[in-house]
């Protein structure tokens, strides 16, 4: 059964999930094996990365010998919708990430709500942000589960329940390379089926198999504290009479410290679900409690 969103609760639990990162950035200390900034971020998924791109990075700033534990919250704000998303990643020995994150999609037009889980795991296969020339490259999946697929089964998705995206990333930091300034790219190739995240199910009619799909991410590290880029996700086209557009964002990032960031990107996701030209912000607070 559908459930009705409480979306006058969303201030307050923003309110609250901000307080606990900043409270917990005060008193527990991050791993000391990485330089600050290039830990990334978590994205919507739960994935260490950008807002909507997974990147090679392992998240936390865990060295080789070192564990790490993050938790995030992120929202995004849309004409029709309202996307709150939730979760918590671990880093092993700067090798392996395993994540998990909670998805509630509200629907401001019918009230209803949609939600889902996602389970991760990415592992680290060569090279390093900085210290190698080539980039550092990582393979992951994201396994997502819908908790209710009747609004899925009501677009045409062919699967109502569940996925698995599988996807390969390749990111790199180079020192000093725009005027003085460090420079970060990403590019991501992705296996999937999902419509919309998983959010409207996996497959449909006008496609049923896997399809191959890009993602690529550029930033500048303004400071040691800033940063600003822009994201691309291409997204796939399944299902018949609803189209799905690629997603674009533009962000600036604050960095304090290595137990905290916080992101504001303004986001462009084009047509969902039938609501056309879905354009907002997208807000995101990382804490990492070791």
Known sequence: MITKPRILLWPGVLKVIIMLCLWAANLVIAGQGKLLETAGLTQIEGSGGGGIVPWATISGYDSRDETSLSAFNSLVFLDDYRLHSFGASVGLFDRL????????????????????????????????????????????????????????????????????DFYIAATKVHLGAVGGYNLVWNLVGRATKANQLGLLGFGGGKN???????????GVLLSRHFAVGYEFRQKPNNLVGVKEDDWHDFFITYIPNKRFNITLAWTQLGDIAGAKNQNGFYLSATGYLW
Request: hydrophobic share 35%.
């Open 97 to 164: 990430e395993v994540s998990f994150a909670r998805q509630n999609l509200n629907l401001s037009a019918s009230g209803d709500q949609i939600q889902q889980n996602i389970y991760g795991a990415k592992i680290r296969l060569y090279g390093d942000l900085i210290y190698t020339l080539l980039p550092q490259i990582s393979i992951g999946m994201q396994h997502k589960r819908l908790e209710d697929g009747a609004i899925a089964s009501s677009v045409g998705a062919k699967n109502n329940n569940s996925g698995t």
């Open 208 to 218: 049923n198999d896997y399809q191959m799909v890009f993602e690529s991410s550029v």
